[in-house]
């Protein structure tokens, strides 16, 4: 004689009824230079060592994008343009006093990286009296006439969708959605799920297109293809406020990246010693700074543009 049981599992989620901002600040590196030298305000300013890392939006304007070479930058832009060198000491002091009034004047803070955090907001539209975009608008004016950096700020109930809003409306932009989500999330791909990563996606290429899609599956499905990050992310989007942001007082990764000028080349023996130099830098820097490895990452870009992670 066999006994058979069934085990249904009945999940009982509490939908947040919290009010979250994600604020970025715009251009953040080139913000940082035209702040130190104000004569650089609506000029072309482009920040890297021998790759783009920031730059303004009129030079984004003009075809500039992260990852540019400086060599490719100069000759798009001419002589129109302004370059630095990086300066982080710098960036950080300019960081840590966005950070501080963000924590004075907001009821919770999660940095999330030297230029954007997460903010709780919940009450603080009616202690103002106003209402909630008058009050972003006000915080939003409130932070460039303090710290000198425009910002632009995303809202939601959940922090994730918040982080997703920061592709539309920027700079200098404000986004509130609470209930018109479905047709977005019906137009923008499951790529713009934060940590849904390449390998996430290609396991998810046949059931999920869209953040829509992604959020159609079923919880356990997820949980079983690619455990609790999705699962995570999953109850962040149907309004479960469950995200924590890893707090640490070090920098989150540490990136080596080099051009090789107006050399193209498919030399195998010249990738690599470039590739072995790299590594070299990142270990010192590792060393220095007492860092543990957790990942390493390689990224080619072809003359076409076409980037390739390894």
């Known amino acids: ?29 080139a913000s940082c230079e035209i702040l ?61 006093k966005l950070m501080n009034y963000l924590s004075y004047n907001t009821l919770c803070i999660e940095p999330f990286s030297i230029d954007e955090a997460f903010c709780e907001i919940t009450w603080l539209p009616e202690l103002y009296k106003l209402d909630l975009f008058n009050y972003l608008k006000l915080l939003q004016k409130d932070i460039l006439k303090n710290i000198w950096i425009p910002v632009s700020i995303w809202v939601s109930n959940t922090k ?22 479905k047709d977005l999330f019906e137009s923008l791909p499951i790529s713009f799920i934060p940590f849904i990563w390449r390998s996430y996606q290609e396991k998810l290429k046949y059931k999920a297109k869209t953040i829509y899609d992604f959020i159609s599956l079923w919880f356990w499905e997820l949980k079983k293809t690619i455990w609790k990050n999705a699962t995570d992310l999953w109850l962040e989007l149907v309004w479960v406020n469950i995200f924590v942001v890893k707090k640490s007082p070090q920098a989150k990764s540490l990136s080596k990246t080099r051009s090789f000028n107006n050399k193209k080349t498919s030399d195998y023996f010249f990738l690599e010693k470039q590739l072995i130099k790299n590594f070299d830098k990142i270990y010192e820097e590792l060393t220095e700074n007492n860092f543990e490895i957790k990942k390493v990452a390689i990224m080619l870009r072809d003359v076409k543009f076409r980037v390739y992670l390894y």
């Open 160 to 181: 994730i969708k918040a982080k997703i809003y920061s592709k539309i409306n920027k700079p200098y932009g404000i986004y509130i959605n609470f209930f018109k989500e």
């Open 36 to 96: 130190r030298n104000p004569f650089l305000k609506n000029k072309h300013v482009c920040v890297g060592s021998e790759i783009i890392i920031a730059c303004s939006y009129s030079a984004k304007a003009l075809w500039i994008k992260t990852w540019t070479p400086i060599w490719e930058a100069k000759k798009i832009l001419w002589n129109n343009a302004y370059f630095f060198s990086p300066d982080h000491n710098y960036y950080i002091e300019i960081s840590e």
């Open 1 to 29: 004689m066999y006994i058979f049981s069934i085990y249904i599992v009945f999940m009982q989620f509490k939908v947040s009824k919290k009010i979250f901002a994600h604020i970025d600040c715009d251009c953040f590196f």
